[in-house]
Structures are given as C-alpha cells and as structure tokens.
C-alpha cells in the first residue's frame, strides 16, 4: 500500500531563510504527487502537483518541489521565507490508475511551518 | 468564485445527537468527497462518491453515513454522535477523469462532540 512520510511534524526558520520540507513515498511505481497549504482556519489550497514531465515543479506564491524518482521523495521548497508563509503544508499522492472508481488522495501526516523575524 | 462551500462551519453536539454536514460545489464536478482531520493523521477519507446517487465507503466510514441526491450536493450525517467524532470535516470535489486530477476543498467544519 502506498504511503507518504513527512519528516518533521514542525519546522521553524527565520524570515528570508530557505524553506524545506521533506516528503518521501513508498510506492512500487511513482505516483502523482501533491503539496497542499492549510492555513489557520481555512480549507486547503494546492501549492502545486506533479504528474508527468518536468521533474521540478513551480507552484504558488514562489514554492517549487523535485520529484526524484530515485530517492522517492518530493521535497517543498522557497528559497526565502516570508511570515505569511506560516502555515501546515501535506504531501500526499495519488496512485496513476484510478483506484477504486476515484481519486484516491493519501496524506502525510503535515509538517506546520513557523515562520519568526 | 464560491468553488466547495460547507456548512455548518462551528458546531457543538452531545453524545448520541445527531446531525447533518452540508457540501455544495458549483464547478460541475462529478466526484465528491468526504475527509477528516485529526492532529499528527493528516486526512483520511470517509466516504466519497462517484455521481448523482452513488456513494462509497472510505477510510474511516464507521459512525457516519453520506447521501448524494444532487450532482452539486454531498451531505455527511452522524446518526448517534461520539466524543472520537470530534475532528474536522473537510468536503472536497474533482473532475471524474483519469488519476491525478486536483481534488479542490472546502472551507472545513469544526465539530466537538462533548
């Protein structure tokens, strides 16, 4: 069974630092993958996905992620930090058939970025 | 652009009520979910459907039942509520397609069961 492990329940930098946050899967073949971005309050919001071509990939509000086949990880990255950035960011993936009649979604367990001056 | 709206957003039940969740999506999407979040656990699926009249089982479906009368509508209702039902609710939907299609959420619902 496919799964998604997000290394550090909680990340603190400084603003203007480098952002990232480690996504892993385990999967036989790579799936599509996902980061999304809950704020305080709110629903969730895709940062970005990959499903086929470029392995780096842009999303919003300046955030990239690689996907490396060979270390099946999809690590999040933005190269500085801003304090809206402050939020809980998940990784999940969904397998490339459809399973089960749907899009099956799996989540880490969310990784809650602090951002401090 | 309103996309997944739920209601209601705070609710506080007591043991053994029950109560209906509301989802409603304006973006013609044919499938549409059911998910909840717990600290550490991410989000697990709790039932979903496919279309108008078809509903399935998810992750974590004990203690809760779903219905999908309307294409743009999905509730989730808790017959007999309980203190481990005390999580959020977040509704989503997607295009049915092929895998890998964005699943867009809702706003969520905050419920205590005390």
């Known amino acids: 069974a496919q799964s998604v492990t997000q290394l550090g329940s909680h990340v603190s930098v400084s603003e203007g630092a480098l952002v990232l946050l480690r996504c892993n899967y385990s999967?036989?073949?790579?799936?599509?993958l996902f980061w999304y971005v809950q704020y305080p309050n709110q629903g969730l919001q895709l940062l970005l996905k990959?499903?086929?071509?470029?392995?780096l990939v842009k999303g919003i509000n300046g955030f990239e992620a690689e996907f490396k086949k060979s270390e099946t990880s999809f690590h999040l990255t933005k190269p500085s930090a801003h304090m809206s950035d402050a939020a809980e960011y998940f990784c999940?993936?969904?397998?490339?058939?459809?399973?089960?009649?749907?899009?099956?979604?799996?989540f880490g367990a969310g990784t809650r970025l602090a951002v401090h001056p | 652009n309103a996309g997944v709206t739920q209601t209601p957003k705070f609710r506080v039940l007591k043991t053994g009520q029950s109560m209906t969740l509301l989802c409603a999506q304006d973006?013609?999407?044919?499938?549409m979910y059911w998910y909840r979040q717990d600290p550490g656990m991410g989000l697990r699926l709790i039932h979903y459907?496919?279309?108008?009249?078809?509903?399935a089982k998810g992750e974590v479906p004990d203690g809760y039942n779903v219905s999908r009368l309307k294409k743009q509508n999905f509730l989730l209702g808790l017959e007999s509520a309980a203190p481990s039902q005390t999580s959020v609710y977040f509704c989503?939907?997607?295009?049915?397609?092929?895998?890998?299609?964005?699943?867009?959420f809702g706003e969520g619902s905050w419920l205590t069961v005390v």
């Open positions: 990959y499903t086929t071509g470029a392995t």
């Open positions: 459907s496919v279309g108008e009249g078809t509903t």
């Open positions: 999940a993936v969904s397998p490339l058939e459809l399973t089960g009649g749907y899009n099956k979604l799996i």
């Open positions: 973006m013609n999407h044919e499938y």
């Open positions: 999967s036989s073949v790579p799936p599509y």
């Open positions: 989503a939907s997607s295009y049915r397609s092929l895998s890998g299609n964005t699943i867009y």
